[in-house]
């Protein structure tokens, strides 16, 4: 079933990554000056964080910046803060997470086959509010990712994805060289990590992806 397609500029989203970034304390710096340059949604991730740490990130992220935040597989913590959540396959299943949420708090929900997306489309109720269809390329950003899609198979599963009036978007492998590899496809935007979380200058990485996507 459809989440909230439509409502949310999904064309830049941003998945923090300590590591990439040089260190917890610089994420929400990162964060601030990628938003700055044109990111539209972030979405904190960090696996190895105690709860409480995630929690104060998060926080401080929510005052610094005015896009939808999400929480990668926190859902006591979003559920506290009032934040999105994302969640992958592994993670708690979707309709518990869906249950201890607010309908106000947007969840996503990583998917990379067929089968993944029909278990979706056949959810009852309220569905995911956005997918992250990937990984797109072969990447090394997340330990043992299966190898990439493609651009048309992403393209395929995002068009399905629609039908169903779930938004997507694109995610693993994705830099500025390759995002407009997505413009006119039937994805929402393009996600990515190590094109903002290792940049020199997250605004201007930023910038450079949205003008690439989007022209």
């Not at 710096?29 to 904190?44: C, E, F, K, M, N």
């Not at 299966?146 to 629609?162: I, N, Q, S």
Request: aromatic letters at 4%; glycine letters at 10%; charged letters at 20%.
């Amino acid at each position: 079933m459809s989440g909230a397609m439509g409502t949310v500029d999904w064309s830049l989203y941003l998945v923090t990554d300590p590591v990439l970034g040089g260190g917890p304390d610089r994420v929400v710096d990162i964060a601030t000056r990628a938003v700055a340059g044109g990111a539209t949604v972030v979405q904190l991730r960090d696996k190895h964080a105690t709860d409480a740490e995630v929690e104060a990130t998060a926080a401080a992220l929510l005052d610094a910046v005015d896009v939808p935040v999400f929480l990668n597989d926190r859902v006591e913590v979003a559920r506290r803060l009032g934040c999105h959540l994302h969640i992958g396959q592994t993670d708690i299943p979707f309709p518990r997470a869906r249950a201890l949420l607010r309908d106000d708090q947007m969840i996503g929900l990583s998917v990379g086959s067929d089968t993944e997306l029909d278990a979706v489309i056949a959810l009852d109720g309220r569905g995911p509010d956005v997918i992250g269809i990937g990984p797109a390329f072969d990447t090394t950003t997340k330990a043992n990712a299966p190898a990439g899609l493609g651009v048309e198979r992403v393209h395929v599963l995002a068009d399905r994805a629609r039908a169903a009036a779930i938004a997507s978007v694109a995610i693993g492998g994705i830099d500025a060289d390759r995002a407009s590899l997505f413009t006119g496809t039937a994805v929402n935007g393009i996600c990515v990590v190590s094109a903002i979380m290792a940049a020199a200058d997250p605004a201007a990485a930023a910038r450079d992806l949205k003008e690439a996507y989007t022209r």
